[in-house]
Structures are given as structure tokens and as C-alpha cells.
């Protein structure tokens, strides 16, 4: 046993050694690994300005071994010796990879991805989808070109920042709506305004009346806060609308407002701006005192407007007196005194941030306005607030809520006798309107009555709006599976405005009193649920499709009424009328539909979409009710095929085609009896305690469907030079041909008329867009932009008959011509085009004064030639500044307030007028014979009255101007506070100062005479834009605004 | 399996639902329009005849005047009043009548029908077939057969005058036989504004509607006058029998109420509307009783007097204001029908049969019943009847009672202007009577077809080479 123990304790002894062994093994082995593992530090620089890169990630290649640069750029990796390639890469950035090779320090510097750069983009219903993969042309406008343009109005601060979009501002008054057209009026007698929406949920973009008149009411889009906006996607071309089917035709306004971010701490941020308006005066003649010519001794006689103790007066609306400096004691009396600067504050507060699950924005703000009249009026106050939710993580729950209170009080624009503007502008020269009551009590007029005096309207007449508004929604999204996902969301737009009119009583019109109040309610519930799915089919393709439901309720109400007939002076009330006319209305109209989109893609590189529609909406006859509205579209993105991409770094083209439409307003092809038309008389029924009904004379049409376009967009996107310049270019086309027009039968059918789809409107365009950094440097970066673009609409057919069709006053629709046109009688022109000069018979009253043709022409378009705007934006350190300028050329406006004031003689056309009263105008004398021929008779050369061809024998065509004009609508100047600055106050995160200037600077035609070629008295409607009468003169603005971030 | 019945049950829900949005979707009546399909009879016939008061009479009644020298204008050169008419002038009346009254009495005499009501279908028949013979007078031919047919028929074909009337001349017995009914069928009320619902004096207007639209026949071809005379004194011999039987629609006054003589009054050019020197002149030369009370007087400063005026005379040539029509206000009536026109178309028809002691004994009825109504005192009217001497032959006695009609018919129908160019009577000198004149010899004796009707319905007759001045241009014009 001596010999087994002695081998037993080798064998511990060998176990024992072996242990060792492999501890020595592994230890060394241990230290030759760690020998092996290598630490490698660098830096990761952005390649375009060498500033360090934050959070880039640093990966050892085929490992799950990485590192995060600091916020120096700086990182440090340990990678064993197998590793030999490190990736570094950040979003949005081109990927390195770096072989190791040894080395332990390297300075990586990444260019960006210039595919990555477009990056994503808001489309149809809200759903996100990369910009690059889209097939057609969208317009894009950032937040800060938003807010930073001072605007309050939602729409005006989008004008001539996207290619196609032309939006007129109407009214320099606070308050004042906008007409916004995307490329070209599509509707003849129907409905031109783009599509808003808010969110996903459509917005109600609302106008409670404007005319000729009076002038417009504002308009509901007025209610969005600025502040909230996180960026505008205007889907311009049908391809882009289609998902929305019937109220796509034209173009969608996408507003998406901000959210919380996931994580973030909470920022809030607090903005201050305070706005100083000043009036730019209108041009008027200035020379020439209030009278009459005397006819009896040749001469301007002159006429003080006044009441004479002996009973006689110097009553007259006409400045066709003498030379003022030739009137003993007269003077030019400046009526631009009684103007003030306009001034406006506008405070904003915001809090924004987001734990893991919940993320948050929540901002009010305040706008209060003084308009250049201390009555003019604006104040808005809004509470928005977006809160989402992620549930688990499968579900994720969005909210966002707002509410704005909107309270204007304005004046009426237009004819009307108690319009400011109107006793304003036509005020003779020399007359004096203080004091406003003359010693007798009698209110003191230039013409003895008629029109109110406007120092008296400044005190007793006003227009106030009221509105509250209410825009909650909730949506959700439910992850299902992997590449399948429900997503939905249920919104409300629910509003009550309140429009009152007052004209208090005593003056010389509505000299009994007005108060006119009108309410409208409306409701609107709009519902979306969509399933979607994605899936990457192979390697080289990949497709994404939806389905979705839409539903939507409107519901509205209205009351009002009209009282005169006043009581006693200043009470407005039902109780002071002694007539009250009532009136109400109530309405609805609902749809539902079903859509879908299948988008393919292949290699990142060919993308092809498919949508399509399906509307079922109440305004139509059962069997028209359904519509299909398709689109496809193609994209190629070819710089794909390019390796080199130093020159171009990205380019595609697209293609695409689809059909939108445009249903009819509720109502308007229903059947219902009525009271018979009685005539001119006044005659009414009930009469006699009777009354009597017969089906309406407008018959229904059974086969009504609803408007079609079509539209082809050929669209291309290119980036050169790194992305240093972007140049994109819009071709397209749009056609409908079954126009919704009210057209005329002929009596003996029994019906005088029925809406039929009967006419047909074509529009086609270029729209071009190109933007470059020249200079871009550490401290010092210059960025240009421009757009231009050209619209050219045509009416192709209307109606049975072609007959032209009155879309109000002098604008027409005629066949084969731009849509609208001005069209009136012309004067009668030669074969030269030298007017012709009656010279029939010396005793008629036209003998010496042009012709005029027997039927209407067409005078001019109100569609420009083309548009385009410039943007420099200039940055030096923590400056930037900014100017915008906006040009538009070819058009032209009715300038009805020189067709009131010609008459008078107090328009500028008429400031050089012959001292003697007598002309001869240009032009060839001539008259018709007995057949209809014309006999001309040589180069004019009778003398007549200059007055009496302004007052009696012009044509419309005198008093159309053009509408040229060259704006520089913005200049500002920010400076941000550097962040090192900041550091010192612990809390304070960013801080802004900065400046804008609005309407510095403008250029109009030199025949313009109006106070702006955008204005309208109808607000957005787009068929009556290019008509004015007596508007506010326009303002400059000048901006100074605070903002700091805590 | 699993699959077909999901696509099965997805395809069921989609119908389900589908048909479910229909109804949804049915809301496209407003709640602040009547569109109740079918309403109470009663409920139309007020706004009935509120149209046939108002639209196409009226103006008739004033060209009417205009064009038989009762009228003229004083403060502004007469355009359409001297004859100088065009395709636009016509369009009114067209349209009014085509979509209003006749479109409206056709719906009525529908409706009526299905309901068995007799009353209500003979008042719709009877203003049905006096507005096609009223479109037949005025422009020839017309659309009747293919008419009020939308929306199978947009664009009605053009019917021959003379074969419209024989469907106007059915319609009124068909209106006759109707309001004959004995039928318990309650019948209009206070709906009806003319006679209250006295279905009785309805019946007598349709047989003195038939008479006086048998007498524009008297020339026609295909018709004789003495059969036509026959056929006129039968329907009279049913027709209106006293001033009540008068058929009138009613005015108040005010805006909403008055009449279209009240409201021309209330014109810009209300003062330029005055007495044609040619009708003054012609009664004061037969010392007319009525004469006050159709004329208001001018005060010369040095005493008054009545003075009619010629369209178109320059005003400072004579320092005061004519004589205008007296006695209207927002009150005057329309008139369809009245007692005295009946007695007129008696005489007449007498003295086409050369009945004279019968023609002479209605036209002193005739005008008695017109001056009484007046309100001439007994006394003037038989001085006034005194100095009548009877012709005893037809074209002079159909003269003087044409005449007579021509002066007892002012302010009331437009049957002047109708008989005028069925007769030629009164004589009247026009270039007395206007300056400006379109034509010497003759007022237009038809209109043209309306612009409307040549813009929007290519069947209707070109207007390139119609005379509205040459004779022949309405069927019965062909004396």
C-alpha cells in the first residue's frame, strides 16, 4: 500500500500542477487578450463646418461593441484584435468605416446623407412618409418662417413662399381674411378655396358675408395661433390631395402644430412682440378745389360746401373747381390726420416637454390690436394643448385640444354710403369736416347728405365679430403586429360667431338707425380610422399600404335680424326698433368614404404609389353619390445610378396623374316649393291672409354629378454640390369638364334654370424653385431662395349656350378666355386700335367723345403672368437677417373706387386737367352709317368738355388698372444669445431679440392709383378678387419681438 | 375555409353598412325649404293668381295704352312707347307667362285632377288657356305641345298660332264644363282673391273668356265672322251679367300690397307718364263725362284745364305739367275681365250679324255701365248717350263701338291694343301722338321672338326677316 500512496500523491500533486498550468495559461492567456484589446479615441467632425458631432455612435464592425461621441465629438473604444473596421455613423449622415490598421487616434469627419436630408414630410391624412419616395411636388413652410413673419393671419404669412400659391391679402383692417389660390381657380361658379386642416382634422375656413357693399366679415381660419404652428405642408396638385378625394380639387393646407418630445426636460418658452402700424397714404389729386365748371363763362367755379345764411348753398360731391392756390382763403385739408399708428401686442407662453410615456405642449396667447382708427379693433386669445400618451408599447394615445376667443371690431368696405372710406376718399380737397356739427346741430356734409361723414362713422357706426371656438381630437395608435398598425382619430371644429352691424341713428344715411345682428353656429365632426401595413417583400422591394374610413357631420344654424327704425339715439337693442325683420336657417350635410394608397418601392430607388377614393356625400342624387377619385404616381430617383455625387447629390424625377373633385354646397339641387317670383312691384305673399306655393322655377336635376379634374404633374427635385443647391421644377396640367353651373332653359320648358355639369376650366403651369447657399462658412452663411411661377387658366365651355357667365359685377366667365375677366362695353377702336371719336351730329351730347362698342369685350385678366419671390436670409454668428421680396406681373384690377371718383374729379388720373376745362382727345373721328359701316374721318380734333367725359362718357376701361407690383414684405433682424452667455444664468436656455419690417417698400404700375392690387372687398372668394371699392389705405409694420426659453 | 368566410362576412358587413350610409346620407333637404312634394290645393291658387295679375298684364295694359295713343311721355324721348321695339322686349312677358302663370296653372290643373276636384281644375284651365291665347297674340307661333316638359323635353318645338288657339278654345269649354259640376267637392274659399270662391261667377268669366277669344277669330282663316259673331253672343248669353261679376284682383296699400299702377306711381319716371294729347283731344271733342275722372287737370295759373301731351315734345316748350291719369293709387286693380267689355262684345258681335237696333241698345249698356262705375252722375250719361247716332253700317258701327270700347277700357286690359289690329279701329293718327315713331302707319303688331328663347332653344323661328309691322305676323291678324 506504501507504493499506492506514493502514486496518490503524485496524482495530486499532477492535478495540482495541471491547475496551475491552466490558471498560468489562462491568466496569461487573459493578459495577452487584454495585451490584445487596443483603445482607440478620435473625434467625429460634420464635414460641411467642421463643428464636433454629439451622440455620433462609434461601432467595432460585426460586434455589438460601440461608444457615443461627447458632446466635444470626442470618443474612446476598446476593440480586441480581431476588430479592424470601425463604423461611425449619425442620423442624417453618410456612414463611415475606417480600418484600424494599428492606428489608435482618428479624426473622422462625415458628410450628410444627402437622400436622408430631404427627410420626412407630413402627406394626405396626416400620414408621414419620406420625402423622397414621394411622386409629387409639395410646398413646405418651417415654423420660423411663420412666426418670424409677424403675420396674425395664418394664411397671409404663406404668401409668396411656395411656388403656386398665391394668396391676396384683401383688407389692410385687423381681422381681415385672405384669398388663397393653388394653382389656378378650378371652379367656375363653385368653390376655390383650398382644403384646410389642422392635425388631420379638417378646419373650417368660414366667411360670413362680404360684398361690394359693406366688405367682408373676416374669415374663421383667422382663429389658428401662430405660435403653435410647427410647420405648413401645402399639398398643391391633385396627386398630392387625392387621399382626400372631393374636397382635394384644390390643394390641401396642412398645418401641423407642436408636440412634445419624448424625454426632454420642460422648456418653456415666453414671446413678446410689439407691433407699431403706420398708414401709407393713397394717391388722390391734391390741386384742384371742391366746384363746378360754369359752362355760361368757361369757367371752375368754386364751392365751399356749406350752408349759407341766406339760404343758399355750397353743397357739391365734385372737385371740379379752380386751382386751390388760386382761391383766396381755400386749402388743401390733409383728411390722413385723422389716422393713428396702429399698434399691436402679442404674448405668447409655452410649455413643452416629455417624460418616457408622456409628452406635452401647452401654449396661450394673446394678440391685442389697435388699428390705425382708435375703434378698430382685434383681440384673440388661445389655449392650445397637445398631450400624447404612450400606453404600453403596442399603443400610443394622442389629445390636443384648443380654444380661441376672437373679438374684431372693424369698418364696412365698399360703396355703401356709410362705408368710412367712401365719405373719406371722395372728400373735396378744400373742405374742412371739423367741426362735424355745424352750430344749428345739423351734421355738417360736403354735399348737403346722402353719404355719412366719416368723422361721424368713426363715432357712430362699427362692425364687431364675435367668435368662440372649440378644436379638440383624440387619436390613437395601435401597433397590431409587426408591420401592422391601426391608427385613427376623431376630431370636432365647432364655432359660434356673432357678426353685429351698427349705424347709430341721425345720420344721413340709414337715418332711422341699423342694428343688424347675426349669429351662426356650426358643428363638425370629422372621423378617421386607418390600417396600414408595411413589408419588405425582398431585398430589392418593399411595399406600404393603407385602408381608411372617413366620416364627416356638419351641422349649422343661423339667426338674425335686422331692426331700424331707432327709438332713441344711441340703443342697440331689439326694444329701441320700431321694425324688426327675423330671419333663421338651419342646415346639414354629411359624407362617408373609403380610401386606400399602395406604395411599391424598389431599392430605395423607384417608387410607385397608388391611391384611390370612393365619396359617398349627401349633396348629391342617390345614384351620383358615389365617386371614385384615383391617382398614381412614379418616382425616380436616378442620381441613385450615379456613383460620383460631388456634383450632383441628388435627383428625381416624377410622374404623376389623378383625379379629385368637387362636390356641390348642400342644398342646391333639392326640390322645394316656394313663393312665386311677383315681380319688380314689392308685391308679396302672404297677402290678404293668404298664401300660395308652386314648385321653384329652378328644376332639379336627377343626373347632377359632382366636379371632376384631372391633373398630370411632371415634378423634378435636384441637389447639387452637396446639397448646397436645391433646384425643383413643377410641370402640370389640370382639366375639368363637368363644371357644376347654374344654366339657363328656356321658359317655355316650364323651368328658367337646373344646375348642370356643363362647363369645363383648364389650367396649366410651371412652378420653379431654387435655393443655394453661395456662402456658407464658420461664422458666416448666406442662403438665397426663389420661386416663380406661372398659372395660365382658360374657360374651355360653358353652359348650353356659351353664354358668358357674371361671377359678379365686371367679372366674367367667357369662353376661351382666363378665368375671371373683366368684361364690359369697350370703347370703339379702329382696325389701329386709335379710339373712335363720335362726330355724327354736333348737336347730340356724345359729339367729340369716344364710341363705344354695343356689346361687352374682354378688358383684362385678373390672373397674373406670372409670380415669384425672393428670400435672402443672411447669418453672421448669432445674427440673422432676413428679407422677402414678392413680385408679381401681368393682371389687372377694377378699380371701382376711381370709377365712384372720376365723376368727381378727384381721382390722380385727373390732376392734370386743362386749366380752360377743354380737350381733344386722342383718337380718329368717326361714326356708323345707316348699313353699320364705320366712316372714319381723320385724326380728331373736336374740343369738348374735359369734365363731362369723366362724368358721363367713359368706359369701364378707364378705371381698370394693372395690377403689377414688386413688395419687400419682410425685413428682419434676430440675434440669438450664445449659449455660452447663457450658461451664466443657469435657467435660461435661448433667448432672441429681433426685428420685422412689413411692407417697407413697394412698387406698383404707375397707372395704379388704389391703395394695394391684392385688396378685395370679398374676402376669400377667388371668382371676385381683382375688385375693389373704397378700401383702408395699407400700412407698414414695423415688429420688434422678445423670446426666451427657460 | 377560414378565408372565404372572412372575405364572405367582410363582403356582407360592407353591404350592410353600405346601405345603411344611404339613409345616413339623405339629408339633402333643407329644413328651412318646403319640400313637401305635394300640398293642399288651396295652398296654390293665391299665388296663381297673384301671377296673373301681376306678370305679363301689366306691362301689357301700359303698352297697351302707349300704342293706342292713350299715353305718352313727357320728361323723356319715347323708345318702345314710339314703336322702336327689339328681341329683348318681348322677354318678360315670355318668361313670366312661360315659367309662371302657365307653367303654374298647368301644375294647379294636375294637381286638381288627381285630387277630383272640379272647381279648382276649371279655374287652372281657364288661366291656362287664357295665357296660351295671350303668348299666341303677342308672337305668333309658340311652343304649346312639346311646352312645360322638362325634363324630357329642354327645347320645345314652335306650334302654329292658329292651332294653339284651337287648344286654348278647347280648354275654356273643358273649363266650362267643369265649373259647371254640381259636385259637393268643397271648391275654393278665401284662397280665392277674385270672387271668394263663387264657383258660379267663375263659370260666367270662363264663358265671357271664351267670347272675347272667340272674337279675335272674326278675321282668321278658317273661320267666318258671322259664325264667330254667333259663337260670341252664345258664350255672352252665359257670361258676366253685372259690374259684380267684374273679375279683379284686389290691391292694398304700401309696398307689399299695391298694384302695378300704385307701384309705377312710385317710379323714378312716374312723373313722366302722362295723357296722349290725341285721347284728351278725342274726348274733350265728344265732351266725354269721364273726362275728370280719367284725367287730372292742369293749372295754367289763370284757370285749368285738361291737356294731353305728345310723346317726345321738348318740354320747354310748354311751362306746365300735362294732365296724368287721375284716380290711381297703390289700390287700382288689375282687371282680367269687366261687365262693360262683355257689353262691348255684344255690340259688336250685333253688329257683325247687322243686328243694329241690338248693337246700338249694348253699347249705350256698355257705357253706361262704364261711366256709372266711374262714378258719373245720370244726368251727363244720357246727355252723353244722346248724341249718339247709330251707323247702320258694319264698318262704321263697328268703328264706333270699338272706339267707344278704346275709351271705356283705359286703365283696365290691354284688349285696345288686340282690337286695333284685328279691326283697325279706333282710327288713330300716331304721328299726333308720339315723335320718334318706328313706324307711320301702324303700332308693332306682334312682338319679335325673345332674345331669350333665340339664345337658348334652336327651334325657335329666326327673327332675321319678321316684320314686327307687316300684317299677318299672329294668325288672326287679316282683316
Not at chain 1, 357 to 371: A, E, H, R, W
Not at chain 1, 869 to 896: C, E, H, P, Q, W
Not at chain 1, 898 to 916: C, H, I, Q, V, W
Amino acid at each position: 500500500m506504501k507504493k499506492n500512496k506514493l502514486q496518490c500523491e503524485k496524482l495530486k500533486w499532477s492535478r495540482h500542477i495541471n491547475r496551475v498550468l491552466i490558471t498560468i495559461f489562462m491568466l496569461s492567456f487573459t493578459l495577452l487578450a487584454q495585451a490584445q484589446m487596443t483603445k482607440i479615441t478620435g473625434r467625429v467632425t460634420d464635414a460641411s463646418n467642421g463643428e464636433p458631432i454629439a451622440g455620433a455612435t462609434i461601432l467595432a464592425k460585426g460586434t455589438q461593441n460601440g461608444a457615443l461621441t461627447d458632446i466635444e465629438g470626442k470618443f474612446a473604444i476598446s476593440v480586441d484584435k480581431k476588430t479592424e473596421i470601425l463604423v461611425i455613423s449619425f442620423v442624417g449622415m453618410q456612414s463611415q468605416e475606417v480600418a484600424i490598421k494599428g492606428q489608435t487616434y482618428f479624426e473622422v469627419s462625415l458628410k450628410t446623407n444627402a437622400t436622408d436630408i430631404e427627410g420626412v414630410v407630413v402627406t394626405a391624412l396626416g400620414i408621414k412618409r419620406e420625402k423622397k419616395a414621394l411622386g409629387y411636388a409639395v410646398g413646405e413652410v418651417k415654423s420660423d418662417a411663420i412666426v418670424n413673419s409677424s403675420e396674425s393671419n395664418v394664411v397671409t404669412a404663406l404668401s409668396g413662399k411656395v411656388a403656386g400659391v398665391v394668396v391676396n391679402s384683401t383688407s389692410s383692417q385687423a381681422g381681415s381674411g385672405a384669398n388663397i389660390v393653388i394653382r389656378g381657380n378650378s371652379s367656375i361658379t363653385g368653390n376655390n378655396r383650398p382644403l384646410m386642416v389642422v392635425d388631420g382634422v379638417p378646419y373650417k375656413t368660414d366667411q360670413f358675408g362680404a360684398g361690394a357693399v359693406g366688405g367682408e366679415t373676416g374669415n374663421t381660419s383667422l382663429d389658428v395661433d401662430l405660435s403653435t404652428v410647427e410647420s405648413v405642408n401645402i399639398l398643391k396638385g391633385a396627386a398630392a390631395a387625392a387621399l382626400y378625394g372631393a374636397d382635394a380639387a384644390n390643394g390641401v393646407i396642412m398645418i401641423t402644430t407642436k408636440r412634445g418630445t419624448k424625454n426632454m426636460k420642460p422648456q418653456i418658452t415666453f414671446s413678446e412682440s410689439y407691433s407699431f402700424d403706420k398708414v401709407i397714404e393713397m394717391e388722390q389729386q391734391k390741386l384742384w378745389s371742391q366746384g363746378n365748371y360754369d359752362a355760361g363763362t368757361g369757367k371752375y367755379v368754386f364751392q365751399d360746401g356749406e350752408l349759407h345764411p341766406d339760404g343758399s348753398s355750397g353743397f357739391t360731391s365734385a372737385c371740379w373747381g379752380p386751382r386751390i392756390t388760386d382761391v383766396p382763403g381755400a386749402s388743401y385739408f390733409d383728411k390722413y390726420e385723422v389716422f393713428q399708428v396702429g399698434q399691436n401686442a402679442e404674448t405668447s407662453l409655452n410649455i413643452r416637454g416629455g417624460s418616457d410615456n408622456v409628452t406635452y405642449f401647452t401654449s396661450i396667447s394673446n394678440t391685442t390690436q389697435q388699428g390705425i382708427l382708435e375703434e378698430m379693433k382685434l383681440k384673440k386669445t388661445s389655449i392650445t394643448s397637445n398631450v400624447d400618451v404612450r400606453v404600453n408599447d403596442k399603443l400610443k394615445v394622442t389629445t390636443g385640444l384648443n380654444f380661441t376667443n376672437f373679438v374684431n371690431d372693424r369698418f364696412w368696405e365698399g360703396f355703401a354710403n356709410s362705408a368710412f372710406m367712401n365719405t373719406f376718399l371722395a372728400q373735396p380737397t378744400t373742405w374742412n369736416p371739423y367741426p362735424v356739427y355745424a352750430d344749428d346741430g345739423r351734421l355738417r356734409s360736403y354735399r348737403g347728405g346722402s353719404r355719412n361723414p366719416y368723422l361721424w362713422l368713426k363715432d357712430n357706426m362699427i362692425r364687431s365679430i364675435d367668435r368662440k371656438r372649440f378644436t379638440p381630437n383624440v387619436g390613437f395608435d395601435y401597433q397590431i403586429a409587426n408591420g401592422l398598425k391601426l391608427t385613427g382619430k376623431v376630431g370636432i371644429d365647432f364655432y359660434l360667431n356673432t357678426r353685429t352691424d351698427q349705424i347709430n341713428s341721425g345720420g344721413y344715411d340709414y337715418p332711422t338707425g341699423l342694428y343688424d345682428v347675426q349669429k351662426n353656429s356650426n358643428f363638425f365632426l370629422n372621423s378617421d380610422v386607418v390600417l396600414s401595413y408595411t413589408k419588405k417583400i425582398s431585398s430589392d422591394f418593399s411595399l406600404d399600404a393603407l385602408v381608411g374610413n372617413n366620416i364627416q357631420n356638419t351641422t349649422w344654424e343661423g339667426s338674425s335680424f335686422i331692426g331700424t327704425g331707432f327709438v332713441l339715439p344711441d340703443i342697440y337693442n331689439k326694444s329701441n326698433c320700431s321694425s324688426v325683420k327675423p330671419d333663421d336657417w338651419r342646415g346639414q350635410q354629411r359624407s362617408v368614404s373609403m380610401y386606400g394608397q399602395l406604395s411599391l418601392s424598389y431599392r430605395n430607388m423607384l417608387y410607385f404609389t397608388a391611391t384611390g377614393r370612393n365619396d359617398w356625400t349627401s349633396t348629391l342624387p342617390p345614384d351620383a353619390r358615389l365617386n371614385i377619385y384615383p391617382s398614381t404616381s412614379l418616382a425616380y430617383i436616378f442620381s441613385e445610378m450615379i456613383s460620383n455625387k460631388n456634383v450632383l447629390s441628388f435627383g428625381k424625377v416624377s410622374l404623376s396623374y389623378s383625379e379629385v373633385g368637387n362636390t356641390p354646397g348642400a342644398y342646391t339641387n333639392a326640390f322645394s316649393q316656394v313663393n312665386p317670383w311677383l315681380g319688380w312691384s314689392g308685391f308679396t305673399l302672404p297677402y290678404n291672409g293668404q298664401t300660395g306655393f308652386f314648385p321653384s322655377t329652378t328644376a332639379v336635376n336627377p343626373n347632377l354629378k359632382a366636379e371632376k379634374s384631372k391633373e398630370i404633374e411632371f415634378y423634378l427635385d435636384t441637389k447639387f454640390l452637396d446639397n448646397r443647391i436645391s433646384f425643383e421644377a413643377s410641370i402640370y396640367k389640370s382639366w375639368s369638364d363637368n363644371q357644376i353651373m347654374n344654366t339657363n332653359l328656356e321658359s317655355s320648358s316650364g323651368y328658367t334654370s337646373a344646375s348642370m355639369n356643363i362647363g369645363s376650366i383648364e389650367n396649366r403651369g410651371v412652378e420653379l424653385m431654387l435655393s443655394g447657399t453661395p456662402v456658407k462658412t464658420k461664422d458666416f452663411n448666406w442662403e438665397i431662395a426663389f420661386n416663380w411661377s406661372k398659372n395660365k387658366s382658360k374657360v374651355i365651355k360653358l353652359g348650353l349656350n356659351h353664354d358668358p357667365i357674371n361671377t359678379g359685377y365686371s367679372l366674367w366667365a367667357v369662353e376661351g378666355e382666363s378665368f375671371p375677366v373683366i368684361y364690359d362695353v369697350r370703347y370703339d377702336r379702329d382696325n389701329d386700335g386709335n379710339i373712335i371719336i363720335d362726330d355724327a351730329d354736333p348737336n347730340s351730347g356724345s359729339y367729340g367723345y369716344p364710341l363705344k362698342t354695343n356689346d361687352k369685350r374682354v378688358i383684362g385678366k385678373v390672373e397674373a403672368d406670372w409670380l415669384g419671390g425672393m428670400r435672402n436670409t443672411v447669418n453672421y454668428k448669432n445674427f440673422t437677417l432676413s428679407a422677402f421680396i414678392d413680385m408679381r406681373v401681368g393682371g389687372y384690377v377694377d378699380n371701382g373706387t376711381d370709377a365712384y371718383l372720376k365723376y368727381y374729379g378727384m381721382t390722380k388720373a385727373t390732376e392734370s386737367r386743362p386749366d380752360n376745362n377743354l380737350w381733344v382727345m386722342e383718337g380718329v373721328k368717326g361714326h356708323y352709317n345707316e348699313n353699320g359701316d364705320v366712316v372714319l374721318g381723320g385724326k380728331n380734333d373736336l374740343e369738348v368738355r374735359y369734365d363731362n367725359f369723366w362724368k358721363s362718357y367713359t368706359a369701364l376701361e378707364s378705371t381698370v388698372q394693372k395690377s403689377d407690383f414688386i413688395k419687400l414684405r419682410e425685413v428682419s433682424l434676430f440675434y440669438n444669445f450664445p449659449k455660452a452667455m447663457l450658461e451664466h444664468t443657469k435657467f435660461v436656455k435661448a433667448l432672441s431679440l429681433g426685428f420685422t419690417g412689413r411692407n417697407l417698400w413697394h412698387k406698383y404700375d404707375k397707372g395704379f392709383t388704389g391703395n394695394d392690387p391684392e385688396a378685395s372687398n370679398f374676402g376669400d372668394n377667388s371668382a371676385q378678387q381683382g375688385l375693389t371699392w373704397y378700401m383702408f389705405p395699407n400700412t407698414k409694420t414695423y415688429t420688434f419681438k422678445l423670446s426666451i426659453s427657460f | 375555409m377560414k378565408n372565404r368566410f372572412i372575405k364572405l362576412s367582410s363582403i356582407i358587413l360592407l353591404v350592410i353598412a353600405l346601405s345603411g350610409c344611404e339613409k345616413w346620407l339623405d339629408v339633402n333637404n333643407s329644413p328651412d325649404a318646403i319640400s313637401n312634394e305635394k300640398i293642399a290645393l288651396k295652398g296654390h291658387l293665391p299665388a296663381l293668381l297673384a301671377e296673373w295679375a301681376l306678370m305679363g298684364s301689366g306691362d301689357d295694359v301700359n303698352a297697351s295704352m302707349f300704342w293706342t295713343c292713350q299715353r305718352a311721355t313727357w320728361s323723356y324721348l319715347p323708345g318702345w312707347e314710339a314703336f322702336t321695339i327689339n328681341a329683348t322686349t318681348g322677354n318678360d312677358l315670355w318668361n313670366n307667362a312661360y315659367s309662371g302663370t302657365l307653367r303654374n296653372a298647368d301644375v294647379l290643373y294636375k294637381r286638381a285632377k288627381e285630387e277630383n276636384n272640379p272647381y279648382y281644375q276649371g279655374i287652372a284651365a281657364l288661366i291656362k288657356a287664357s295665357q296660351m291665347a295671350c303668348l299666341v297674340d303677342n308672337f305668333g307661333k309658340v311652343p304649346y305641345s312639346e311646352a312645360l316638359r322638362y325634363p324630357e323635353i329642354e327645347k320645345p318645338k314652335f306650334d302654329e298660332g292658329k292651332d294653339v288657339y284651337v287648344e286654348a278654345m278647347k280648354l275654356f269649354d273643358e273649363s266650362i264644363a267643369l265649373l259647371s259640376s254640381t259636385d259637393p267637392i268643397a271648391g275654393p274659399g278665401d284662397d280665392d282673391y277674385v270672387y271668394s270662391g263663387d264657383t258660379e261667377k267663375w263659370l260666367k268669366l270662363a264663358y265671357s273668356y271664351k267670347a272675347r277669344y272667340s272674337m279675335r277669330l272674326t278675321y282668321a282663316p278658317g273661320y267666318t265672322k258671322n259664325g264667330q259673331a254667333q259663337k260670341v253672343l252664345d258664350a255672352l248669353a252665359n257670361g258676366l251679367s253685372s259690374s259684380d261679376d267684374d273679375a279683379l284682383f284686389r290691391h292694398g296699400s304700401g309696398e307689399t300690397q299695391r298694384g302695378f299702377f300704385g307701384w309705377q306711381q312710385t317710379q323714378d319716371y312716374a312723373q313722366g307718364i302722362v295723357a296722349n294729347v290725341v285721347f284728351v283731344d278725342y274726348m274733350k271733342s265728344k265732351n266725354d263725362p269721364r273726362v275728370p275722372f280719367f284725367f287730372t287737370t292742369v293749372d295754367f295759373g289763370e284757370g285749368s284745364e285738361y291737356y294731353g301731351w305728345k310723346s317726345g315734345v321738348a318740354t320747354s316748350d310748354f311751362p306746365y305739367h300735362p294732365s296724368m291719369a287721375n284716380n290711381v293709387s297703390d289700390e287700382t286693380p288689375e282687371t282680367f275681365m269687366n261687365y262693360a267689355e262683355c257689353l262691348f262684345l255684344k255690340a259688336e258681335a250685333y253688329v257683325l250679324l247687322h243686328n243694329y237696333p241690338a248693337a246700338e241698345s249694348a253699347l249705350k249698356e256698355a257705357i253706361t255701365v262704364n261711366m256709372t262705375e266711374k262714378g258719373v252722375a245720370e244726368s251727363d250719361i244720357t246727355t252723353y248717350l244722346s248724341q249718339i247716332t247709330f251707323p247702320q253700317s258694319e264698318e262704321a258701327a263697328q268703328q264706333m263701338v270699338i272706339t267707344e270700347k278704346w275709351v271705356a277700357s283705359y286703365l283696365t286690359t290691354a284688349e285696345p291694343r288686340f282690337d286695333w289690329i284685328r279691326t283697325g279701329y279706333p282710327v288713330l293718327d300716331f304721328t299726333k301722338a308720339h315723335l320718334e315713331l318706328a313706324n307711320q302707319t301702324t303700332m308693332p303688331r306682334r312682338y319679335l321672338y325673345p332674345q331669350d328663347a333665340v339664345d337658348r332653344n334652336p327651334n325657335t323661328p329666326s327673327n332675321n326677316g319678321i316684320d314686327e309691322f307687316a300684317k299677318g305676323g299672329v294668325f288672326w291678324d287679316a282683316k
